[in-house]
């Protein structure tokens, strides 16, 4: 499904050029759990901003399904993004002035064509996620394991090929950490592909394999 390869990408910070990422070669499978790891300035958010077309490679390929992203405008990007890809945050990213169900559908307001059964599908995404008697209510009112559940219902309902993950578990206590893991696991053996950035060991052991970057590069990958 991914395949990175000679990826590169350079900031400038001050009168210095940042290397985020150095030469990246990456393959991933469709629906494999993948987890990246590495320290701070390693490049893992760079990779997942590339993974998921919010930035641009400033030199080589980057095809998701055979299809070459890498180089597409802001409005290819922003489609393949929509058709393509879903988004899990540390920060839930939950407008609070809407109902739980209102956010799950808002990826629903930027699709070219509106989709029927999206209400339908959001409706059932909340209750496979333990949230049907939530739905009417608002962000407040619910704890942080419910907040990111939602969040990855608003992720799913366009039907991902793809899910990305930045330290979903981030914010969250240690039950609710193990109940969105949990959660992320059941999606992925019903055959969603998964990559998920963290900096905790134990959350990466529930992937099936490990890329570990170091300096922009791949230093090491494992199962």
């Keep these: ?25 990456l393959d991933i499978a469709a629906g494999e759990f993948v987890a990246i790891m590495g320290p701070s300035g390693s490049g893992k958010s760079t990779l997942l901003n590339v993974l998921g077309a919010l930035d641009k490679p400033d030199h080589g390929s980057y095809l998701l399904n055979q299809e070459e992203i890498s180089h597409m405008d802001d409005d290819a990007a922003s ?30 307001r930027y699709t070219k064509s509106p989709d029927l059964q999206a209400e339908a599908r959001a409706r059932q995404l909340l209750e496979r996620i333990g949230l049907g008697a939530r739905m009417g209510h608002k962000p407040g009112e619910l704890s942080g394991g419910q907040l990111q559940r939602a969040a ?20 969250l206590d240690s039950r609710s950490a193990a109940d969105v893991l949990s959660l992320l696991a059941e999606l992925h053996a019903a055959g969603q592909t998964l990559v998920l950035v963290t900096h905790d060991t134990a959350v990466a052991a529930r992937a099936q394999r490990t890329i570990h970057l170091a300096d922009g590069r791949v230093a090491g990958a494992g199962t």
């Design 152 to 171: 990855i219902a608003r992720a799913l309902l366009n039907q991902p090929a793809l899910l990305l993950a930045d330290e979903p578990t981030g914010n």
């Design 1 to 25: 499904m991914i395949k990175l390869r000679q990826v590169r990408k350079t900031y400038k910070q001050g009168g210095n050029e940042i290397k985020a990422l150095d030469g990246i070669d």
């Design 79 to 108: 489609d393949i993004r929509n058709r393509n890809i879903g988004f899990v945050f540390q920060s839930f990213h939950l407008l609070p002035r809407l109902s739980v169900l209102e956010n799950v559908l808002l990826p629903q």
